[in-house]
């Protein structure tokens, strides 16, 4: 995979964590959307992605395994949230603190097979640090940890990883020349 091709990667993942955490957070204020909704939709369509992108380029990442995982889990929890009437919620609410430390298992992987080739790559190690004080939050509060805080938590780390995959795309691609 070139360079450019990768950066490219980056740079669409990030725009898509940015759109996806600010559609979860803003959108149910100014709209007519359940929080609960732009939670499923947002977690099916990542995880999503992820499953597909972890395929496409399986021949070019060590993790893509854990990365087809993580999709896995976070597609379908966002499908178990359609069904939160009939599933029970703490279930659902345990897999996205696996989610969350899963992520920061391969935020932690990402960073170190890219560190070479990434300016600002430590920051994707703090990303990592700060999924999983996210997983152990969700999972130390399970019995009482509802499922909007999942939803904040899940949001405000698209918003922060789309941040982090774009200033590491733009300090990559502009600086360096």
């Known amino acids: 995979m070139s360079e450019s091709r990768f950066l490219s990667g980056v740079l669409t993942e990030g725009i898509l964590l940015l759109v996806l955490g600010l559609g979860m957070l803003i959108l149910p204020k100014v709209t007519m959307l359940s929080f609960g909704f732009m939670m499923c939709l947002s977690f099916i369509i990542y995880g999503g992605y992820m499953v597909i992108n972890a395929i496409i380029t399986r021949n070019f990442s060590r993790h893509f395994l854990l990365n087809i995982i993580v999709g896995i889990i976070l597609f379908l929890s966002g499908v178990m949230l359609f069904l939160v009437s009939v599933l029970d919620a703490m279930v659902i609410t345990g897999l996205f603190g696996v989610y969350f430390i899963l992520k920061s298992l391969s935020s932690s992987a990402f960073s170190i097979q890219t560190r070479k080739t990434l300016n ?58």
Request: charged share 5%; glycine share 8%.
């Open 120 to 177: 600002f790559w430590w920051m994707c190690m703090f990303l990592a640090i700060l999924e999983l004080m996210f997983g152990i939050a969700v999972i130390v509060l399970l019995p009482t940890a509802a499922l909007w805080l999942t939803g904040v938590l899940a949001g405000m780390d698209f918003i922060f990883s789309g941040m982090v995959y774009m200033n590491m795309y733009i300090s990559t691609k502009y600086v360096q020349g």
